[in-house]
């Protein structure tokens, strides 16, 4: 059998699978399998799993955690592969030579000789993204070089270096000044002393920019990120190379240390996880990880604080709203709009801004945030909450419903408040978008067809006549689908149901853009 194609489908399903015409792909992890992983440059991979519809044989294969695009990592191994003492080695060597050139400690020493330079002897090369000693300077005399890399520069790094855009990887887009400075303030006022920043490079360098005020303390701030450019900027205690897909510390136990002391330090009080990863990635494995490091807070805890939880801002769209809460179901939405800079969308402009569908998933009771009414905020009394301007109160749900920031319904039939476009569709028997395909609109389980559960939940697990005549009644559902899912991209693109559809490509053009 030939390997999946297109494996970044994998990675990016929202809801655990992603299909193509009758297969799939979902992530089969669990812990005993972790163990078991072998590695690519990016440390152990993640076991996927190849479904077909309607079959209940599955051929589980593993490969790139943090990479959703073969062209950027193209680690595939069936998990019942075999490989050959050449083949591992040569995959060794591989792995090798993937990681950067210098060491953490090498990278810490060369910072240390960089910040003694005159300012006048401080190149920075923008072709190599590298801070230059001047032993390298003939070797980049061609190449785009900065001078004169002030203190100012250096203490702002992600002003330094360009942002990684490659959406499949590593989606570096930036805190917009507004919304970095809003969350800076805010960990201030809630009280909190230090910040484990995972995927947060902009908000590190701010905490670390900020001065104590009169009666607020200095904030300490620990990043962890896959952008191994940052270590030339940070000595090891502010800095760790990671991968958040599987808690992966590049640079073994002495950085895993560098963590946990960190966490534990005032047996845990004072320090709140802040989160943004790359919105392509998919929330279980970040969800595995942030439970990891929760653990890893935990453990320096006394047994009478064990029901306290450990504070999180975890940073994505609104649409995951469900799939974090699964994983984290104290957590809640907040109204704000997180807003980046090096988006052509969703940066706040002179004309306003098109909504940005970022918002922070948080377990600190929101009647805790205060949100910035001059930004269109206002607080509801009956939610004990901030919410946008728009966002009205519906008696019927006794709840501020809308989550994208705009006004929406309340449909009597569905109970409940619906986007402003949608309507109630009779057919359906919900409401939806004007123009949906109402054949289309239905998305049961892989195997036996029926609507309520998805293939890994599946009762019937083990009846595959059963099995057969869901295949029947799924294809027919989706028949209306199919014909638009022609080439192999787009239809691993474009989910399946006409509202999950629209709402990917939103996401889509809002990361693409
Ligand atoms: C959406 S950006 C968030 C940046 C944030 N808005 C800021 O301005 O500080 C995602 C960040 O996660 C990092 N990242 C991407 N993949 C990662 C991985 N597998 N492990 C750790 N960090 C990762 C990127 O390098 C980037 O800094
Ligand atoms: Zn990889
Ligand atoms: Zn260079
Ligand atoms: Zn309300
Ligand atoms: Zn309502
Ligand atoms: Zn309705
Ligand atoms: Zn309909």
Redo the contacts with the bound molecule.
Sequence with gaps: MAAPRNRSAAVEAEAGVRRQGDSGVELALSSDTAAAAPLCP?GPTLLFVKVNRGKEETRRFYAC??CRDRKDCNFFQWEDEKLSGARLAAREAHNQRCQPPLSRTQCVQRYLRFIELPLSQRKFCRSCQQLLLPDDWGDHHEHQMVGDVSVTQLRRP?QLLY??ENKK???????ADR??QFLVDLLSALGFRRVL?????????LIRLTEPGDKKPHIKSLL????FRYSQFYMEDSFCY?????HHFFDGKAALEVCRAFLQEDKGEGVILVT????G?LVEPLANTFKKLIAMWKEGQSQDESHKELPIFW?FPYFFESRICQFFPSFCMLDYQ?D??NHAFYKHGKKGRKQSPVRIFTNIPPNKIILPTEEGYRFCPLCQRYVSLENQHCEHCDSCTSKDGRKWNHCFLCKKCVKPSWIHCSICNHCAVPDHSCEGTKDGCFICGELDHKRSTCPNIGTSKKANKAVRKQKQRKSNKMKMETTEGRSMNHTSVTGRKKRRERAHQYLCS
């Design positions: 990016h955690s943090a992600s942002p990684l990887t590593n989606a570096q887009y930036l805190f919304t970095c920043c995972v995927g947060t490079p902009r908000l590190h360098e962890l990120d896959i952008d990671y991968n958040m897909f599987n943004d990863p790359p919105f990635g940073i997180v980046y800079d």
